[in-house]
């Protein structure tokens, strides 16, 4: 791997990947609409993703070995790279979400009692589109499945889906403000919405969510592939670690059946397991090793 093109790429674990493979000797590129540069030492390419011709015309006569894309939510934007990256592309490895196996999102389909999802326990090659989707409130669950399921369906290069679990980690860099919503709430003593009785999810830190994008694109498995530290955590154990941090005593409101709660909090199972990749070859960190420093950051200790 020497060439490597990162759709997106501009902020949060993004940045680390893209500093990382510069720094690790790679010529990347990355591909973005111009509202943020890259960074020094960095190609830049200015298209929208969602304009083909424009998209062709901005990459030129550009190869790369690997291509990973951050930013790839609907089937149309698929299909799009799909049709202007064959031919030039090694590899290309899409950022997708664990919301992909979320029963909530997919009609007809069982909470699964707990135990923690394998990639093959959601079929999508076969999958077609839907006009837009079932339902707007899950567009991005959907529309990442109806991605990858375009990649799937009819390949042009090798192609790896990670889904990430719930990315925490590094301060004001964690634009979803999820963890800070918890650091917050109980350094002013406010309740938590949970439910009653809340499932456990999978996280992983926003490093190594960057270096497994960097190491998926380097390594020769296809399809795809769940990306989690060990351990899963509910929404008590979470706010039981921010507490401790913040020397206070969390305070809980359960919220009724099927209203909203805090993030994090589920009424589903749908927790990843990380075993294909483990066997791979990659190393996860425990999230008990470094939630504790991500709730500081949070914190802005």
């Known amino acids: ?11 949060y674990f993004g940045k680390s990947l893209v500093t990382k493979a510069r720094d690790a000797g790679h010529e990347v590129t990355v591909l973005n609409r111009g509202s943020i540069a890259p960074p020094v030492g960095v190609g830049h390419v200015v298209a929208d993703r969602d304009d083909e011709e424009g998209l062709r ?20 934007q698929a299909a799009v790279a799909r ?25 007809g389909r069982a909470a699964n009692g707990g135990t923690p999802v394998t990639e093959d326990s959601l079929d999508l090659a076969g999958t077609g589109p839907t006009a837009p989707y079932a339902d707007p409130a899950h567009a991005y669950a959907e529309g990442k499945r109806q991605a990858e399921a ?6 042009a290069f090798p ?34 919405d949970v439910h009653e009785a809340p499932y456990a999810t999978s996280f992983i830190h926003h490093r190594e969510i960057a270096d497994m994008l960097y190491w998926a694109a380097a390594q020769n498995f296809t399809g795809p592939v769940n990306a989690a530290s060990h351990g899963e955590l509910d929404v008590t154990g979470l706010c039981e670690l921010v507490a401790a941090r913040l020397g206070r005593r969390p305070r809980y409101r359960v919220v009724e059946e099927g209203a909203a709660a805090s993030p994090f909090s589920f009424d589903r199972a749908y927790a990843m397991d990380n075993g294909r990749a483990a066997a791979l070859g990659f190393g996860f960190g425990r999230v008990a090793e470094w939630l504790p420093g991500a709730i500081a950051e949070a914190a802005g200790h």
């Open 159 to 192: 192609f790896v889906s990670v889904r990430t679990a719930h990315v925490l980690g590094g301060g004001r860099e964690e634009f979803t403000g999820r963890l800070a919503h918890y650091v917050e709430r109980i350094a002013a003593g406010t309740p938590v």
């Open 83 to 107: 049709r202007v990256l064959a031919g030039r592309t090694g590899r290309y490895v899409m950022t997708s979400t664990m919301e992909v196996y979320d029963p909530a999102t997919l009609p």
């Open 150 to 155: 375009v990649f799937l369906r009819e390949p």
């Open 57 to 76: 015309t901005a990459l030129g006569s550009r190869t790369f070995d690997a291509v990973i894309d951050q930013v790839c939510y609907t089937p149309r």
């Open 1 to 11: 791997m020497n060439t490597i093109l990162v759709i997106g790429g501009s902020r």
